[in-house]
């Protein structure tokens, strides 16, 4: 499997802009680029995903670097809903992109 | 994600007890993927059923696991003869056609082997 890299843990202020970076050297040229985040007690939560093009949604933006061995995702105002494990993850196109493996994440603290 | 209905929420099993766990996708949606999160550990993928079909089961255990997914009710997991091994969180997810990109989870069943 393609493997994520991120930080362990990142704080950010509440209303700030929060960059959570993922470095993904090994990415092939058919891996999407998932993000999911998980609140305590709870399922994971879809947040965005990509394959070459930068991505916004309600939620998130995706910065995908040109050669795609790293993604940054960018929350745009962080609220204390935020605060939750936010996982990077590499899926393939088609057959098995149901197959995501989740690494151990960033754990976003938003401080009040 | 409030969708995807899973139950029970917190079950314990004594070892050598059977474990049920049940499924029930959103609606409109008729494939359903199975994950587990050991302690400390990240999800992984378990197995992907569509009604009445198991799609993909690479990620079971070859043993006392098994799955289903009929073609009226909910999908269930089962863990026959369960050992302290397998206490963990099991989550579901749905999808409302083969997933490509998102995938709807569950709040989870958190299991406990005594």
């Known amino acids: 499997d393609a493997k994520t890299t991120q930080p362990n843990s990142m704080e950010s202020n509440e209303e700030e802009p929060v960059h959570l970076p993922c470095n993904h050297s090994?990415?092939?040229?058919?891996?999407?680029i998932h993000w999911y985040r998980q609140l305590p007690s709870q399922g994971p939560e879809y947040v965005i995903h990509?394959?070459?093009s930068n991505v916004n949604n309600r939620m998130a933006s995706l910065a995908i670097a040109e050669d795609r061995k790293s993604s940054t995702l960018i929350l745009h105002r962080a609220t204390l809903r935020d605060a939750a494990v936010y996982y990077c993850?590499?899926?393939?196109?088609?057959?098995?992109?149901?197959?995501?493996?989740f690494g151990k994440g960033t754990k976003l603290s938003v401080i009040p | 994600n409030a969708g995807v209905m899973q139950n029970p929420r917190h079950l314990v099993r004594r070892r050598g007890q059977e474990a049920r766990l049940r499924c029930s996708p959103m609606?409109?949606?008729?494939?359903v993927y199975w994950y587990r999160q050991l302690p400390e550990e990240g999800l992984k993928f378990m197995v992907y059923?569509?009604?009445?079909?198991?799609?993909?089961e690479s990620g079971m255990p070859k043993e006392r696991f098994s799955a289903e997914f009929p073609k009226e009710g909910p999908s269930i997991l089962r863990i026959q003869q369960v050992v302290r091994g397998d206490s963990a969180a099991y989550f579901c997810?749905?999808?409302?056609?083969?997933?490509?990109?998102?995938?709807?989870f569950g709040e989870g069943s958190r299991l406990t082997v005594l």
């Open positions: 997810a749905s999808s409302p056609q083969p997933a490509t990109g998102e995938l709807f």
């Open positions: 090994t990415i092939s040229g058919t891996d999407y």
């Open positions: 990509g394959l070459t």
């Open positions: 993850i590499l899926g393939s196109v088609g057959a098995g992109s149901y197959q995501l493996t």
């Open positions: 609606k409109g949606h008729s494939h």
């Open positions: 059923l569509q009604k009445e079909n198991i799609i993909d």
